[in-house]
């Protein structure tokens, strides 16, 4: 995977809430903060107008970021951010390095294909049922998928796709059926139109 994202960043040194709020106010820059690898955490700054383009692009949560630290060059991968609730902000993000040698667990997203051709929408006139929209995986950073597709065409009515029936590229796991987790949850389903033969027993017996 190329890396297709590159920020800019600086080490800051004035901590804490107040500093933050300062930053934000007076510099339009957002704190942020780079862990792992057995490296000690360092804490930075971005100016918002970057962040805020780079997350604009979905991709941007699914692949290695490079991050100019004051001229040294580290790489690693978006873990959580911090929106503001009502404005279009981003009040802190926190990245995780990664190296070529050790797996990463990301959320990559989901892209549903073929939903106009669903045998269960097309002939059986049924609603898809989107039960998630990302999926977190398990890979080497080489190995880092931009996204991962769900073909809906053969999806008929009252019937599901999990986990386990998603074709995963070479070298990616899913962490929800891996390390003990065993948790094969339905990812999308066609649900029966309104009316339809059984659904009125259905909804009597709940």
Do not use: W
């Amino acid at each position: 995977m190329s890396n297709e994202f590159e920020l800019n960043v600086t080490v800051r040194t004035d901590l804490g809430k107040g500093a933050s709020r300062r930053l934000r106010r007076l510099a339009d820059l957002v704190p942020a903060i780079i862990y792992g690898e057995g490296k000690a955490p360092v804490n930075i700054t971005i100016p918002h107008k970057d962040i805020l383009k780079a997350v604009s692009n979905e991709a941007f949560f699914s692949h290695i970021v490079t991050l100019n630290v004051d001229g040294k060059k580290e790489q690693g991968v978006i873990k959580a951010l911090q929106r503001h609730p009502a404005k279009p902000r981003i009040l802190h993000a926190d990245f995780q390095r990664v190296s070529a040698d050790n797996a990463i667990s990301v959320a990559v997203p989901l892209h549903f294909i073929n939903e106009d051709k669903c045998k269960g929408v097309k002939i059986g006139g049924g609603s898809i049922i989107k039960a998630l929209n990302e999926l977190q995986i398990s890979c080497l950073p080489k190995d880092l998928p931009e996204f991962i597709e769900v073909d809906m065409t053969d999806l008929g009515v009252g019937e599901a796709i999990h986990i386990s029936q998603i074709k995963l590229p070479k070298g990616v796991s899913s962490v929800d059926l891996t390390h003990g987790h065993d948790a094969d949850n339905a990812v999308v389903s066609v649900l029966a139109p309104r009316g339809a033969p059984g659904e009125g027993e259905g909804e009597a017996k709940a």
